[in-house]
Structures are given as C-alpha cells and as structure tokens.
C-alpha cells in the first residue's frame, strides 16, 4: 500500500531554514508528482508548491516563491521541502501529500502524517 | 487569505442533509474542476469528491458534489456523528500561475 513517511518535529528559530523529508514507498515513485500543504495551528489548508519527482521540476505558490525549495532524490523516494527565512508565521503542520493522477491533478488520496513545524525565539 | 470562500461553520442532526458551498470566480472553480477534502480532528486531509462530482473508492454515496459556474457544493445526507469534521474545497486557479486554492474551510457539527 502507499505510504507516505515524513521526518519529525522541528523547533526553529526565527531567520533559520526547516527541511522536512517525505519518504515515498508502495508506488513507482517517479510517476505521480508530490504536493507540499501546511495548516497553521486552528486554521485552514494552504498549498505550497508540487514538485515532479521524475524530471524535478517544481512549481511553488507566489507567497512562497524566493523562500522555498522542493527537491526529490529518487535513489531512496524521497522529496524534501525547505523553507528559509522562517517568521513565527511558519509555524505549522507541513504535509506532503501524492497527487491522485500520473498527471497533475490534485492532492489525493494518499497524504504523509504531518511534520509541526515551530518557529520560536 | 483564501480566494475560495465557504460558510466557517454548518450542523445538523443525525439523518438529516447538509450543504456547504463555495464561492470562487472565473479563474478557478468557473474554470478548473473542484475537489473536496474532509479533515477528521488531528488527522490528515482525506480526498472526499474530485472532478466537481466523482468519489474516490471507499467514500460512501452519502456524499455529492455539484459545480454551477464559479460555485460548488458538497452536500452530505443521512448525517451520521463521524461526519463531523472540517471540509475544504479547492480548486485550480489560472490566474495566479497556476497555483492550487483551498477554501477557507467549514465545520460540520452534528447535534
């Protein structure tokens, strides 16, 4: 079945950078691409970016563009999601999440567990 | 903040229907498919409707979804208390290179 694992918890301090890892087994991985979503503490869903891990290439919100990074290594399924420059803003849940087609489509039915991400002095 | 607006909150009693809408424009739901998500407390987001009306396998009938110009509804009948949850559409939207659109997400209560 597929599985979607992400890396644990992350305490930051504001100006530093947080890479969440999201390690894909159970599929062909290089053949759906991979959305990034966050939910701040008691609010709703933001979309962040996707990443296609069979080529690499990405797309990434506007809000986001300049301060995030997506990137795959298909040696071990894995994508990861950097974030620099983090402000208390940041902290959230960060999700990856397999699109529901070969082609892009939508965040489907197979989502990681969740990453809290905490940015604090 | 959010271009796909829905109603915060939404209740009924068990067996009754409810109906949550939302409101886009031209650039995203008039023009792409809309998706719905169930979010169960402290859970990930689960795929409830994609392509303005289809379930994926494993959702029951209980739930539709409907589409007319820049709106869509998710509608729920035969309320049962593990419907309630946090529901979110979302969209494509063209206007803003490409970028995937969540709505601002309601709360179903069920009395």
């Known amino acids: 079945q597929v599985q979607l694992v992400q890396s644990g918890a992350e305490v930051k301090k504001p100006g530093a950078s947080v890479k969440v890892s999201c390690k894909a087994s159970?599929?062909?991985?290089?053949?759906?691409?991979m959305h990034w979503v966050r939910q701040a503490p008691g609010q709703g869903l933001e979309w962040m970016g996707i990443?296609?891990?069979?080529?690499?290439?990405?797309s990434y919100a506007q809000k986001f563009q300049g301060r995030v990074t997506m990137t795959r290594d298909t040696s071990t399924s894995t994508v990861y999601m950097e974030l620099s420059s983090l402000r208390s803003e940041d902290t959230a849940v960060y999700y990856c999440?397999?699109?529901?087609?070969?082609?892009?489509?939508?965040?489907?039915?197979?989502w990681g567990q969740g990453t809290l991400v905490t940015v604090s002095s | 903040q959010s271009v796909l607006t829905q109603p915060p909150s939404a209740s009924g009693t068990p067996g009754q229907r409810v109906t949550i809408s939302c409101s886009g424009s031209?650039?995203?739901?008039?023009?792409?498919?809309v998706y719905w998500y169930q979010q169960l407390p402290g859970t990930a987001p689960k795929l409830l409707i994609y392509?303005?009306?289809q379930r994926p396998s494993g959702v029951p009938d209980r739930f539709s979804g409907s589409k007319s110009g820049t709106s869509a509804s998710l509608a729920i009948s035969g309320l049962r208390s593990e419907d309630e949850a946090d529901y979110y559409c979302?969209?494509?939207?063209?206007?803003?290179?490409?970028?995937?659109?969540f709505g601002t997400g309601t709360k179903v209560t069920v009395l």
């Open positions: 999440a397999r699109d529901m087609t070969t082609v892009v489509s939508s965040p489907g039915g197979d």
């Open positions: 159970g599929y062909t991985f290089t053949s759906y691409y």
């Open positions: 990443i296609n891990p069979s080529g690499g290439s990405t």
């Open positions: 031209s650039s995203n739901i008039g023009s792409n498919y």
């Open positions: 392509r303005n009306n």
């Open positions: 979302a969209a494509w939207d063209d206007s803003l290179s490409g970028l995937y659109v």
